[in-house]
């Protein structure tokens, strides 16, 4: 027969180790916004796109932990806001390599824009080339 005063360090023990085990089989899954990075990562970028994707993760993630009490809820919304991100920094062959999917028109539009945004600071710069 088991005593008494043994059951509640066992008990506390079982749960001690079922949450570790837990933490530990979570932390072995990475979640959907990890597998974006990392398809987009492995792929063949320039620096530019490079830093301007890894600071896009980092932000995101700062948001994620800021806003950590609705984590699953709130994962799918930073996907989103991943992806619509990224599509800015990637071009159409990139993106689709990387998600499997063709980009939105919103996610075409925002490339264009930062292709317009780039265009821009480059005639700006021969500009003022131009006019010393």
């Known amino acids: 027969m088991v005593r008494d005063s043994r059951v509640a360090p066992c008990l506390f023990l079982l749960a001690l180790f079922i949450s570790l085990l837990s933490m530990g089989l979570d932390a072995s899954h990475p979640s ?4 974006l990075f990392h398809n987009i990562d492995r792929q063949d970028l320039d620096p530019q796109q490079r830093i301007a994707i890894r600071a896009l993760r980092n932000r995101i993630r700062d948001e994620q932990f800021q806003m ?13 806001e991943f992806l619509l ?11 689709h390599k990387a998600t499997g999917t ?10 264009e824009l930062r292709q317009l945004h780039a265009e821009i600071i480059r005639l700006q710069r021969l500009t003022r080339l131009l006019n010393r």
């Open 102 to 111: 063709p980009k939105n028109p919103q996610q075409q539009l925002r490339y």
């Open 68 to 80: 950590a009490t609705n984590f699953s809820t709130q994962s799918h919304q930073f996907v989103r």
């Open 32 to 35: 959907q916004l990890d597998e």
């Open 85 to 95: 991100c990224a599509s800015g920094v990637l071009d159409d062959q990139q993106f």
